[in-house]
Every structure is written in structure tokens, then in C-alpha cells.
């Protein structure tokens, strides 16, 4: 694990259930509450900060919500139709992720694959893996972690 431990402090259960109940009180529902949640644990996490603050949580969401509305008016601007631009960005993304998930191991590449490829939710991961909740949400937190690191 790239020589980073993670405490129990700087991201647990309690922490990323408030974070992402606050996500959602501050962006519509159909955005990723929960990845939202695990960018901003990040950031502060990497910032030394290990309970972000509300106003904090608050200002990456308008974040979040403006840079998504950048993107569409961008869209709009070169007349590419929505499902046109949604296959080119769906592209692009595989590649950068496929390169990206290289730095994890096995067992992390299984996590991500299952969360983002076969877009199933948390509790059917760990069903099927046979780990707990806790685990594979420490686990994707981590992969995220290191694959936002090989990408910087």
C-alpha cells in the first residue's frame, strides 16, 4: 500500500456516513452521492483534515455541481448530442481507468471493477466477496486513493 496507513481516525464508518448524508442534503439526487462523499474525505484527508467541516462539504458539492454544469454548457456550445459525447467521455474514462488500475492489487482491481463496471452497490460487493461492508468501502476509499495518486 504505497507506505500510507490509513487510521481508523481519517476515514471511518461514522465520518463517510455524515459526509455523504450531507452530500445529499446539498445535490440533487441524480449525482453520486456517495463518490462525491469519498472525493471530499480525500481531499481533507490529504489536507490533514480528518472530520470535514459542513461549510467545507458544502463548498465541494456547489464544486461538484458547477463543474457538471460546465461540462453540459460545453456540450451544448459544440452541438455533440448527448449520446455521442456520453460514448467519447465513456471511452476516454475506460482508457485513463484501465491505466490507472495497474498500481492496484488483485484484490482492490475486483473492488473497483465490481463498483464501477458492474456499477453494483457496496453491500452486494461485499456479498460476493465474502468480506464486510466496512472492508470494501476501506478497500475502495484506498484504490481510489492510489489511482488519484498515479494520476497527479
Known sequence: ML?????TDAIDKTTLKRVTTQVRAFVPRSYDHELIAMDILFESWTN????????????????????????RKLVEKMGVTKDANREQQDIQDRDQVNQLVRVLDPFERKIVWYRFYQDMPLVEIAESVSQDVNVIRETLLSAIFKMKQAGA
Open 48 to 71: 490533514k483534515i480528518n472530520h470535514p467541516t459542513t461549510g467545507f462539504v458544502r463548498r465541494r458539492c456547489i464544486d461538484a455541481m458547477r463543474k457538471d454544469t460546465r461540462e
Open 3 to 7: 507506505g500510507i496507513q490509513m487510521s
